[in-house]
């Protein structure tokens, strides 16, 4: 006889949901971080280049979109026994 391939995929619907979210959180600090593009090549305009937005904020959304994307690539699904242990005690709670 021949053994079926018992072991699931190792991603669930709540890390592809992580997943999505870190990466949407990347593209809008890449989005922030770009522009600025100046009508005159002979001036330079310096609020525009150096903005909060583009130094600071741009680059902490990035990071944190990869921190996510990260753990939605390490997170385990919840074993079956975690469960079945969680709402036997919930069970046996309500029963006293």
Do not use: C, Q, W
Request: glycine residues 8%; positive net charge.
């Amino acid at each position: 006889m021949e053994k079926k391939n018992t072991h699931a995929f190792g991603f669930r619907k709540e890390n592809y949901k992580f997943l999505i979210i870190g990466l949407a959180v990347n593209i809008l600090g890449y989005l922030l971080m770009i522009g600025g593009a100046a009508k005159d090549p002979n001036s330079f305009d310096e609020s525009e280049l150096f903005s909060e937005v583009r130094i600071t904020v741009a680059p902490m959304l990035i990071v944190a979109g990869f921190v996510v994307i990260l753990y939605s690539i390490m997170k385990k699904p919840a074993s079956k026994g975690t469960e079945l242990e969680k709402s036997s005690s919930s069970v046996d709670t309500s029963s006293k």
